[in-house]
């Protein structure tokens, strides 16, 4: 990763911080409450980019709709979170695997 990519990086992440702002505040809470819950979970494909900017499609498309933020996801925002990642692998799982490993073998 070179230079040119963490700049790139960090003025993706400015404009999508620009568009979670944008959204009406109810949304903006409920989505800094699943950002926290995922960075906890730790999924392996967070940083290619595409769940957390399509987490604010879905609500740019419920504000539009003129729904409330639970509305769209419940009143549980863990399990709504959960069921997002249900099929992605997390560093734990990494973990969990790597301590099932007989010691002193090599993941091949």
């Known amino acids: 990763m070179g230079i040119r990519d963490i700049i790139e990086g960090k003025k993706q992440w400015r404009a999508h911080l620009a568009r979670v702002k944008a959204l009406p505040p109810d949304y903006r809470i409920v989505y800094q409450e699943m950002q926290r819950y995922i960075f906890k979970v730790g999924p392996i494909d967070l940083y290619n980019g595409t769940l ?8 740019e498309e419920g504000v539009a709709a003129g729904k409330g933020v639970l509305q ?8 709504f979170c959960d069921d997002l990642l249900k099929d992605s692998r997390t560093y ?4 969990q695997e790597s301590i099932g490993r007989e010691p002193g073998t090599a993941e091949k």
């Open 52 to 59: 957390l900017s399509g987490i604010v499609d879905f609500f």
């Open 72 to 79: 769209l996801i419940g009143d549980d925002v863990a399990a």
């Open 92 to 95: 734990a799982d990494v973990y």
